[in-house]
């Protein structure tokens, strides 16, 4: 009898060559967020329920949240959606000092439908600005997003940038869509774009009998995704409005203060699904392969204050692992070439001291070299080689009987194939150069 | 209106001081497990609720598991409770090289009542050698968590061994319990000595009806605890049983091969709770803080076979990190003195260029030094060195109007105070000396 092997579906595993690999990215972008002058908090991956109600909107709360009672409770539990609300809750518990430069990064859990890029649990690495409305905090965001692609050495990646104070003037002053609620299922709708299309998106949108001024507006805003972006602010700035005017304001002083102003595109179309986006939203994609946004976020100014009662503005960014680490491996920008962080191996046969052994993997340790180290002997050295080779081991460290009494060692690099004779002293040198 | 701020009950939030101190313990355990050959694996936080069930024993079962379904589906599903049984799932399904020497570092959950040391989330770091019956692999886990405890200086740990072979034997062949489920039923009361003391051992017990013999014997197991290991060898050898013979000669390999002999002690009172241990057990404490076992483990050589259907050896060893943490804190090993990663803080008044400022910044970040901005000049130089005194910034980076024109920079140490008119190629060089 034999249980069941499989993990949830849509959860996943991750073999040593996959953990060195990812454990590798998430150090690199963990590094950046610290140049920037931010620092690390952790939360719950539970939260109580009532802490994820209301806060992503209507989809997520009926679908999509990993939402739960014990049987030993009452309570209702959920699993933490994104990184946000819990910041936004942590902010509240602990009022920190303004501006509060923190990142976070963890898993997260959406109970969708899994497919390319998609899983039921995935990593989010967030940076977030708290307490800070300048519209530097945003660019901040955007140069850090900027500055991961960059170190990853992605060269065909485009950062779409928008206002949703643009978006919501539009609707409510300019066609009279009076309701927001109206206006979120109209982002919902537009933010399925990518994946479904214009002429779908038209048709959900037709559904809501909205009028066919408010469906010109959007597919116009659709279409002028091929327009530059000084176009757009043209466009934009034919509006009579003081609130569209800000947001021009603060998406022109992002672009100036930005580290690459060529891979910020305005986009007029880019909703972001999620209900709590207040001011400027971005999404981060890749031309190839077409696997969706690999970083997305923006400004939730009104977030905070649900758990505060008072009004603490914030903007931030999220990378998403999964889809950053697929498409880098699609492109080759990520190799899973390394099996482990082992960088010597003991071969010993049956005839040797264990002890010994043990002994000289231990000076090895001490120098701060990784060595594994078999329970038993090999049959042969040859077995042993072997062995090593397949563990994806670097150096093999050649233990006889007879060598171990004249006090030779034999290193052997398995990348070059090449032997030779050591004494134990010299191994750190030999491996570490 | 406010809502309410708190995590869940026995789940916590992590502030910057708290997570560089633990990243740091982390970090640091984690080379001690590589330095071992260990390579890192990763298994989802949700299990299928088969895979957890029949694993863990009836009170887990029952009171403890995090166990529930969503309102979406009518599968069951389970977060996880340690990472053992996640890990015999994971070697059914990968069938990996062996010995596989792995570790894992993650959130582990269980529905305790929250108290000192105990809480409903909390971290794992487990360290686990997989196909190998050898009592060599689990002498190599026990030095390992010596390793670990001569890292971080702990003075006054003990670790306690026991080996199931040798109390499963006498309750059986000795005492006559021919069923198992009494004996891990008889464990998990033993388990709650440290908890409940001796006498209250006793009665529970006794609750059991299993005859005056069998509570004089495990009498005599505890109080066996004052004799030295030589004594407890010589008293084991009194019984006439190959199977017991064996245990001995492979706690003997364990102690010939352990790093630090005198830290090793037998105990015959010492059980484990959980169901799956089938040899060695262990369990390390120190005298001082009270706070119960920082690591614990043991030989489980039946549980991968229930995913497998053929019998795959195992052993290893967890490091409770949040006790590891509380008891290094109250020790004084430990101290949450570092607030944040960033080097240095700019400060800068209003009437300074911040386009000049934020280049001055992106050249430090270039040369790897964190590096805090703020996104409005200070009102003063004075409220900007005290802010940054705050943030636990070490240095403070003064840039006024006049000293950007002049192309001079003061750099302020704030833990000495010392101010330097500094070129800014120069600062690398003594934030890193």
């Known amino acids: 009898m034999r249980e069941d092997v499989s993990p949830p579906k849509g959860?996943?595993?991750?073999?040593?060559?996959?953990?060195?690999?990812?454990?590798?990215?998430?150090?690199?972008?963990?590094?950046?967020?610290?140049?920037?002058?931010?620092?690390?908090?952790?939360?719950?991956?539970?939260?109580?329920?009532?802490?994820?109600?209301?806060?992503?909107g209507e989809e997520a709360e009926k679908r999509l949240i990993w939402r739960f009672k014990l049987p030993y409770s009452e309570k209702e539990f959920g699993l933490r959606y994104d990184l946000t609300v819990p910041l936004a809750r942590f902010v509240a518990r602990f009022n920190p000092r303004f501006p509060f430069k923190v990142y976070q990064i963890g898993r997260v859990f959406r109970y969708e439908d899994p497919q390319k890029g998609r899983y039921r649990e995935f990593w989010q690495c967030d940076v977030d600005i708290v307490g800070e409305s300048s519209p530097l905090a945003d660019a901040e965001i955007l140069n850090i997003v900027i500055d991961v692609f960059e170190e990853f050495g992605f060269k065909n990646y485009t950062i779409k940038v928008n206002d949703?104070?643009?978006?919501?003037?539009?609707?409510?002053?300019?066609?009279?869509i009076s309701d927001y609620s109206t206006i979120l299922k109209i982002y919902r709708i537009i933010d399925k774009l990518d994946k479904i299309g214009k002429e779908k998106v038209l048709l959900l949108l037709k559904e809501l009998n909205l009028g066919e001024k408010?469906?010109?507006?959007?597919?116009?805003?659709?279409?002028?995704?091929?327009?530059?972006?000084?176009?757009?602010?043209?466009?934009?700035?034919?509006?009579?409005?003081?609130?569209?005017?800000?947001?021009?304001?603060?998406?022109?002083?992002?672009?100036?203060?930005?580290k690459k102003k060529d891979r910020i595109k305005i986009d007029l179309s880019l909703v972001r699904g999620l209900d709590y986006y207040t001011g400027m939203i971005y999404e981060a994609v890749v031309e190839e392969p077409k696997i969706g946004s690999l970083s997305g976020g923006g400004r939730y100014d009104n977030l905070i204050g649900i758990f505060t009662g008072n009004k603490i503005p914030a903007v931030g960014g999220s990378i998403g692992v999964e889809r950053l680490i697929d498409a880098g491996l699609e492109l080759g920008i990520f190799k899973k070439e390394k099996k482990t962080y082992s960088k010597v191996g003991i071969v010993y046969t049956k005839d040797v001291?264990?002890?010994?052994?043990?002994?000289?993997?231990?000076?090895?340790?001490?120098?701060?070299?990784?060595?594994?180290?078999?329970?038993?002997?090999?049959?042969?050295?040859?077995?042993?080689?072997?062995?090593?080779?397949?563990?994806?081991?670097?150096?093999?460290?050649?233990?006889?009987?007879?060598?171990?009494?004249?006090?030779?060692?034999?290193?052997?690099?398995?990348?070059?194939?090449e032997r030779q004779v050591v004494k134990l002293e010299e191994i750190d040198k030999i491996v570490k150069g």
């Open 11 to 56: 959860f996943r595993d991750f073999q040593p060559e996959d953990e060195i690999l990812r454990k590798e990215i998430f150090s690199r972008i963990e590094k950046i967020f610290q140049r920037y002058g931010f620092d690390p908090i952790e939360t719950p991956m539970v939260e109580k329920w009532e802490t994820l109600a209301g806060k992503y």
């Open 164 to 176: 949703r104070r643009i978006l919501r003037e539009i609707f409510e002053k300019f066609l009279g």
């Open 214 to 258: 408010v469906l010109e507006q959007i597919e116009s805003f659709i279409d002028a995704s091929k327009l530059s972006n000084e176009e757009i602010f043209r466009y934009l700035e034919s509006f009579d409005s003081s609130e569209i005017k800000v947001a021009i304001e603060s998406l022109k002083t992002i672009l100036d203060f930005s």
């Open 353 to 417: 001291d264990v002890k010994k052994v043990w002994k000289i993997a231990d000076y090895l340790r001490s120098k701060g070299i990784n060595t594994f180290v078999p329970f038993e002997g090999y049959s042969g050295i040859l077995d042993g080689v072997k062995d090593l080779d397949k563990r994806g081991i670097q150096f093999a460290l050649i233990i006889g009987k007879k060598e171990i009494e004249e006090g030779k060692l034999t290193l052997q690099n398995l990348l070059t194939r």
